[in-house]
């Protein structure tokens, strides 16, 4: 059975860090592009960052360049999405996804499975 479980999220003060998590089974990460997404209430589903099936290549949205960092540990079928100095802006509900191609892009389509998120609050 394939799933994907998001874990990290939680109620942090804006500054602060979070440090998401996305178990995957039931199939072979290393096969997939990961990518994660954020929506929040009464926005539509936003790509942050993903991370490519083949070289490892990563992009992050220019909304969190340089704050979050996505990584991948294809033995711990798990990926990641570092988060720091969070805004309150920040605050959505997290999902990450796989798609079964090799390059790394942020578009909604090319994801085909997803989790059920993790919800993140950004605040004081």
């Known amino acids: 059975q394939v799933q994907l479980v998001e874990s990290g999220g939680g109620l942090v003060q804006p500054g602060g860090s979070l440090r998401l998590s996305c178990a995957v089974s039931g199939f072979t990460l290393e096969h997939y592009t990961m990518g994660w997404f954020r929506q929040a209430p009464g926005k539509e589903r936003e790509g942050i960052s993903c991370?490519?099936?083949?070289?490892?290549?990563?992009y992050v949205s220019d909304s969190v360049e340089g704050r979050f960092t996505i990584s991948r540990d294809n033995a711990k079928n798990t990926v990641y999405l570092q988060m720091n100095s969070l805004k309150p802006e920040d605050s959505a509900v997290y999902y990450c996804a796989a798609a079964g191609i090799n390059l790394c892009v942020l578009l909604i389509h090319e994801y085909n499975l997803w989790g059920q998120g993790t919800l993140v609050t950004v605040s004081s």
């Open positions: 991370i490519s099936s083949s070289d490892g290549d990563t």
